[in-house]
């Protein structure tokens, strides 16, 4: 027969089990339409401690944005000093879907470069950039990452022909 003890170690394992899946579920859940596309960890720019400025300064934009998220059309940033940030959303993703973004980008950043001053992570409907430099305003051409399209262009033509407001290029 099992103890008592042995039993209630079991039921309590069961419990913790079944809120790791809905965890794991929930976060799945906010990302259904949204890919995951890259992330980059900027170890050059060191790492933060609990606690310290530089943490409050990023709790206070992390509210700033979250609320900025649902209010605004899909855009915020903010620069100093000591952090810059940006949140850009999808034009098609403002409101809830950027909101649901940047929780969700957050939450993977938080995993994946735990304390690290810089961070950018990309997703198919926003990208959420923090940086430890002042950033805001300048183009940054040292973190990038390629993408490719499987599809193929169908009708060249037409597409020269939208793209252009109705002046494509014969050829």
Request: overall charge positive; some cysteine; aromatic content about 10%.
């Amino acid at each position: 027969m099992y103890s008592s003890s042995s039993v209630s170690k079991r039921l309590l394992l069961i419990h913790v089990l079944a809120i790791q899946l809905l965890l794991i579920s929930s976060e799945l859940s906010l990302n259904t339409t949204n890919a995951y596309l890259n992330h980059k960890c900027l170890v050059s720019q060191g790492k933060y401690k609990p606690g310290s400025d530089y943490e409050k300064l990023f709790r206070k934009i992390i509210k700033m944005f979250y609320k900025a998220s649902i209010e605004k059309q899909g855009y915020d940033l903010l620069g100093s000093d000591t952090l810059s940030a940006i949140l850009q959303c999808r034009g098609d993703s403002y409101g809830p879907k950027c909101r649901d973004c940047f929780v969700t980008s957050l939450a993977v950043l938080r995993r994946k470069c735990p304390w690290s001053k810089g961070r950018i992570i990309w997703y198919d409907e926003c990208l959420l950039a923090i940086s430890a430099t002042y950033a805001t305003g300048k183009i940054d051409f040292d973190n990038i990452f390629c993408m490719s399209n499987a599809k193929k262009l169908g009708d060249k033509l037409g597409f020269g022909d939208v793209w252009n407001g109705g002046d494509a290029v014969q050829g």
